[in-house]
């Protein structure tokens, strides 16, 4: 075990790694460092005992330390450190497929290695024109994304989001082609919903005036997140991803879910699609998978997809599509342990078990100064704050920042407190949470 903290770092040795997603400036002036990890806790390198309710950055499921993680790992870099999947194949990479295969949404049965989030969205964006290619509808190329959707940052998820960051810096370089449903973030409507809000649902049939707008036959894929997290915990309401599926069905459409933060038990099942009883034709996931241990992502496809694509000369590439590591060896053993721990300690159901408690818990911040709603589902929870004027973001910052002062890390978009914690945590360490969130927002001007 790494149990001792490394030094603190001089100021000059910030300098040159460029944080990505960070306040550069701000962080190097006043560094957050972590040192090293164990359960639900984080140390900083001055030794400081930190309560992880991000599970990282929505990825550390099992919590952290996981020993036979780590064991796998280094037993797989001591037998092949690496192999290549183009053409070949190594056996590892097969018995992860048939495992992630096995606690899929149902038909799901067709498994597409990547290294990332970013990397599954664009992957699944590319099947699904090629899918259609291959089925002889070459012309439909569109894609409906939606309003705040955070799909990672390559320019496919770029395009496919609904960030306005990204519209505004990067909007001439975007993938054409591409519209918006309107999001489903109401607090007129929802506030303070516990669980899935109750209105809304009608929001879906958006998607048939943009069909009438763009006419079906362009119209390859609808990407959304079931329930959306970077934006600030966007969550469905009840009816309206059925509703989604009955329209692309109806359209010939595909519907792909972005799972890479609600994977592998966030929601109380292993994907959101089955708490939600939807199935998509492909499903994004990363995160979750290696616990965080070692970058991967997997997109899930339907089998229909993959066998449309199973046609042409037999010796001939019918995806032209992979990365060097896909698949890499030493990923499949780390996701492969994961999945044992998961399966063993039933953490891929246990956020259901936890969730009454959970949103018990989350709710008990209504009422307390600033806060406009509480959202919850699983074990997600998000609190948002109203916005000091002319500041948007300022107050969610300084009460990320005194959380993480007061041994609780959480994650801040805007002026929303997001929390993930890891599957495994306890009921004390949920009462700890939101008591550390409700004194700082009660000392947070
Ligand atoms: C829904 C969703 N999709 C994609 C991504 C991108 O994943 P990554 O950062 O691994 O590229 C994220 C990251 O948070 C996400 O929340």
Redesign the pocket.
């Known amino acids: 075990m790494n149990a001792q903290p490394k030094p603190a770092l001089s100021p000059a040795e910030l300098d040159a790694f460029w944080m990505p997603f960070t306040a550069n400036r701000q962080f190097k002036a006043n560094p957050r460092l972590l040192a090293r990890a164990d359960g639900m806790r984080y140390w900083t390198v001055d030794g400081r005992e930190v309560l992880d309710a991000v599970a990282g950055l ?1 990825c550390v499921n099992a919590g952290h330390g996981r020993r036979e993680i780590t064991e796998a790992v280094t037993q797989q870099l001591n037998t092949m450190e690496f192999a290549p999947t183009f053409q070949m194949g190594h056996p590892i990479a097969f018995e992860l497929a048939n495992r992630l295969a096995a606690i899929a949404p149902p038909g799901m049965d067709r498994v597409f290695f990547t290294n ?3 990397e599954s ?1 664009d992957t699944a964006l590319k099947i699904a024109i090629a899918y259609h290619r291959a089925r002889g509808a070459g012309q439909r190329t569109r894609f409906i994304g939606r309003e705040k959707g ?4 390559g320019f496919g ?1 770029m395009s496919v989001g609904g960030m306005v960051n990204n519209r505004k810096i990067f909007g001439s370089s975007m993938v054409p082609g591409v519209d918006h449903l309107p999001h489903t973030l109401d607090l007129g409507h929802n506030a303070f919903s516990r669980g899935l809000p109750h209105w809304g649902a009608h929001l879906a049939n958006e998607l048939e005036r943009l069909i009438a707008l763009h006419d079906a036959s362009t119209i390859a894929a609808v990407i959304v ?1 079931p329930i959306a ?2 934006a600030g915990v966007i969550l469905p309401p009840v009816g309206y991803l059925k509703r989604l599926r009955e329209i692309c069905d109806k359209n010939d459409i595909l519907l792909i879910f ?1 799972e ?2 609600t994977g592998f038990g966030r929601t109380g099942k292993p994907f959101a699609a089955q708490s939600f009883d939807v199935t998509a034709d492909l499903m ?1 996931t ?2 979750g998978l290696t616990n965080g241990a070692v970058p991967m ?1 997997a997109v899930f496809a339907q089998r229909k997809i993959y066998d449309a694509f199973m046609q042409g000369p037999e010796n001939a590439i019918e995806l032209f599509h992979g990365y060097t590591y896909s698949a890499h060896p030493v990923a499949c053993a780390a996701a492969l342990a994961t999945l044992d721990i998961y399966e063993r300690e039933g953490l891929l159901t246990r956020a259901a078990t936890l969730a009454p408690k959970w949103e018990d818990a989350v709710h008990s911040l209504r009422g307390a100064k600033n806060v406009i709603d509480v959202r919850n589902y699983g074990l997600i929870g998000a609190v948002e704050l109203d916005s000091r004027a002319g500041k948007p973001g300022a107050r969610g910052f300084d009460v990320f920042l005194k959380c993480f002062e007061r041994g609780v890390m959480v994650r801040q978009t805007g002026d929303v407190i997001a929390m993930s914690p890891p599957l495994i945590i306890e009921e004390k360490q949920i009462a700890r949470i939101v008591e550390t969130l409700t004194e700082v927002i009660r000392d947070t001007d």
């Open positions: 929505w990332s989030g970013s969205v955070y799909h990672g940052v998820g997140e997290g970077s972005d890479v933060i994004t990363a995160k992502g």
